[in-house]
C-alpha cells in the first residue's frame, strides 16, 4: 500500500498529523474569538449603562408618582451588571480558550449588508409602515444569517412582524407607523 519512497511508518505518521489537525476540540472548550466577542460586548453594555445613568439622573423632576426615570435607571444598573457578569465570565474562560475555527471569508460583508438593511429600514419605516419595513428587515437578516430561502422566511417575518404591531399598537396604544395600507 505504501507508495514508492514511502514507508509504513511514514504513511501512519502523515495519517497521524493529519488526524490531529481535524481533531474537534474537546466538550466544553470554547472557541477564543467567542470569549473575547463575549468581553468585548460586556464591556460595551458596562459603557453603555454608564451613558443610560447619567442621562436618566439628569432627566427633570415631575410631581407625578412615576417620574421619567423610573424605567432608565433600573435599565441602566441591569446593564451594567450584565455587562461586568460578562467581562468576569470572559476572563475566567480566557486562560482555557482554545483556537476557534477561522473567519469566515466574507463576515464582514454580511455585517455590511445587516447594517445597510438597518438604514433602509429607519428610511422606509414611514414610508412603507412598520409591518412591510419590519418584514422586509426580518428577511434580510434571516437569509444574510443562512436561513434557508423559500416564503417560509417571509411568512415568519410578516407573522411576527404583524404580532408586534398588534401588541404594541392595537393593545398597548403605542402608535407605530401604519404606512398607506394601514398596517
Do not use: H
Not at 495519517?15 to 460586548?41: C, E, I, K, W, Y
Request: charge should be neutral; glycine fraction near 12%; aromatic fraction near 8%.
Amino acid at each position: 500500500m505504501s507508495g514508492p519512497g514511502m514507508s509504513e511508518s511514514g504513511m501512519s505518521e502523515g495519517m497521524t498529523n493529519r488526524q490531529t489537525d481535524t481533531t474537534p476540540p474537546a466538550p466544553g472548550a470554547v472557541p477564543r474569538t467567542t470569549v473575547l466577542a463575549s468581553g468585548a460586548f460586556g464591556a460595551l453594555m458596562m459603557l453603555t449603562s454608564v451613558l443610560v445613568i447619567v442621562d436618566a439622573v439628569q432627566l427633570p423632576d415631575t410631581t407625578a408618582v412615576v417620574g421619567p426615570a423610573v424605567v432608565p435607571l433600573p435599565v441602566g444598573v441591569l446593564l451594567g451588571g450584565v455587562g461586568a457578569g460578562l467581562l468576569v465570565d470572559s476572563f475566567t474562560k480566557l486562560r482555557e480558550a482554545v483556537p476557534g475555527p477561522p473567519w469566515q471569508s466574507r463576515a464582514g460583508l454580511r455585517v455590511l449588508a445587516l447594517v445597510i438593511a438597518l438604514i433602509l429600514f429607519a428610511v422606509l419605516l414611514p414610508l412603507l409602515g412598520y409591518v412591510v419595513s419590519a418584514t422586509a428587515l426580518f428577511v434580510a437578516a434571516a437569509l444574510l444569517l443562512g436561513a434557508p430561502r423559500g416564503w417560509r422566511v417571509v411568512a415568519y417575518g410578516w407573522a411576527l412582524a404583524a404580532t408586534v404591531f398588534l401588541v404594541f399598537d392595537r393593545m398597548i396604544g403605542l402608535t407605530l407607523p401604519a404606512g398607506p395600507w394601514g398596517f
